[in-house]
């Protein structure tokens, strides 16, 4: 059992939903609750887990604490999603004042715009959703109750994806027009033995890292801009409050 967890509501589509617990007051240190048998509390710098723990309640945590994981992905997306959509100005100081990565969060935020909170499988992984998260929602929707049926892991999704897309190149099917790009010899040798030891085709690897690539370079563009815009914004302000009158006393 775990201690210290997020109080429970019913009525959330897709699952039971949670109500995150508010801090309490910060107290002087006091020395370390020791947990009583079975039960695992959380602190903000680790676990305290009992001396004698059975396997199965061992597991049982480890179990929560991938949901926790899991579920905090699409609870931090829904919340930038929020944020950018009814602060638009303030929402990048929100994220600085959490001390959150932008860029970790903008990942979670585009899954999360991708699929509807109606729509998300709670027996699925947000890292699920996020492998299907560029398809039409039609498509969406068939890997989910596929991957949900099948029990497949992500990995088995993306394997299952891959396959059916080599499938519909049939022979005779006219090939999309290429370009060739040369390389340095030594270079494409570099590259072929990154993706044997990731375990993916060469091919697949060469296409998925270019096009991170490329996706990072155009968030950071975003990036910029929004950032040249917020700065805009505090000169403005900065030069407002110099401009209001001071009283002078006599």
Known sequence: ???????QTAGSPGGTATTLPQPPPRQPRA???TPRRGQVLTTRVGLQMPAKMAYDEWERAGRQLSDVLDSSSWWLGDWLVYGKDHYTDRYQRGIRAAGLSYQTLRNYAWVSRRFDHTRRRAALSFQHHAELASLPVA??????DRAEQQQWTTKQLRGAIRAARESELQPGTPAEPSRRLEVPGSRLEWWHKAAEQLGVDFEQWVTAALDSAAATALEELEELKELKELKDLDELEERAEGNRPVAIGA
Do not use: K
Request: net charge negative; glycine share 0%.
């Open 31 to 33: 020395a370390a609750a």
């Open 139 to 144: 498509e969406q929707d068939l890997w989910l």
């Open 1 to 7: 059992m775990m201690a210290h967890r997020a109080e």
